[in-house]
């Protein structure tokens, strides 16, 4: 059973920081992308910033120069460092990792969610 358990959200002034953590638990799983989403209520979950195995970032255009997303392949966990922190940010954030699930017969491509954090930035 693979877990992601998030950790770090909560309440900010405008112009703070944050840092979200998101690990990974479970055997027989290789984690290929990690990245992370958020969603207002009533709204579809939008892509906020996104890390590729190799290292490779992309981010939505709201977030690019104020968020950095990272990983430590060791400890299985990707991390979302939020600076200049704006209310418009404010919203329900979710880690996801995809990669290869070998539990079974044939190994198969899967995708998990966290949980969600709250951020809420006031103005």
């Known amino acids: 059973q693979v877990q992601l358990v998030e950790s770090g959200g909560g309440l900010v002034q405008a112009g703070g920081s944050l840092r979200l953590s998101c690990a990974v638990s479970?055997?027989?799983?290789?984690?290929?992308?990690m990245g992370w989403f958020r969603q207002d209520p009533g709204k579809l979950r939008d892509l906020v910033a996104h890390i590729t195995t190799d290292g490779s970032t992309n981010y939505a255009d709201s977030v690019k120069g104020r968020f950095t997303i990272s990983r430590d392949n060791d400890k299985n966990t990707v991390y979302l460092q939020m600076n200049s922190l704006k209310p418009e940010d404010t919203a329900v954030y979710f880690c996801?990792?995809?990669?290869?699930?070998?539990?079974?017969?044939?190994?198969?491509?899967?995708?998990?969610w966290g949980q969600g954090t709250q951020v809420t930035v006031s103005s």
């Open positions: 479970g055997s027989a799983f290789k984690i290929n992308n």
């Open positions: 996801n990792v995809d990669g290869t699930d070998y539990h079974g017969i044939v190994a198969r491509d899967v995708a998990y």
